[in-house]
């Protein structure tokens, strides 16, 4: 039978992590306090939170070793070939933020590789001068390409004030419409924010319980 713990953010139960699991959680758990946001929400058992908020920090330096030391038992401790295959690209990517965090300099392209397990490769200009001259025959009105993109982008802005009543009616149709083709499970919900001053355009945190904070960034032109 398998072993439940109480989670993290709520009375909810989960699993108990194995030892590579576990190690893996106090790693972002614990790189997350030095990178804040590299951990977008966790409701995971509750006792790795606790430990990592009580315990000395650990310098970045170290969780960059730690990182390589938990991949390195992958072999012998992960049967399951994905979950292994996973698990290494995860490991990468923690070890790189955590290097970056220790001061040591990445390049980009290997900073990009390293967090998302894909090499970037790059295009040739003719791709973009394509797509410009594709624009530049469809776009209507006079002056030039950047002139009359911002032109159509400005005529299709949604005012900023209108954003929340837009965005509730919004949902409210989608959610009547899944609820319809494929039913929906009790307690759900998505409750929908506007906000200013962030770095992104939207984003949605998951809250636990089949619920789920969607922000609006009104700083960012809505289309």
Known sequence: MTELVPAAGGARMVP????VARDYLLLGLRLDQHRPGLVDAYFGPADLKAQADMESLRPPARLADDAVALRERLPTEVDDPERRTWFQAQLAA???QARVAAGDV???????ARCFDRTMERVDESV?????AELDAALPGSGSLE????AWDDALTIDPDRIQAIADDLA???????AALFGLPDGEGARISTVR???????NWFEG????????????PIT
Request: charged residues 30%; without cysteine.
């Open 16 to 19: 108990a992590p194995d030892p």
């Open 94 to 96: 923690l070890e790189v």
């Open 106 to 112: 990445v390049a980009y392209p290997a900073l990009v």
């Open 128 to 132: 973009f001068a394509d797509a410009a």
């Open 147 to 150: 002139e009359r993109l911002a």
């Open 172 to 178: 409210a149709r989608f959610r009547s419409r899944a």
């Open 197 to 203: 001053d962030r770095p992104w355009g939207g984003y």
């Open 209 to 220: 319980g089949r619920r789920s904070r969607v922000e609006v960034n009104l700083d960012v």
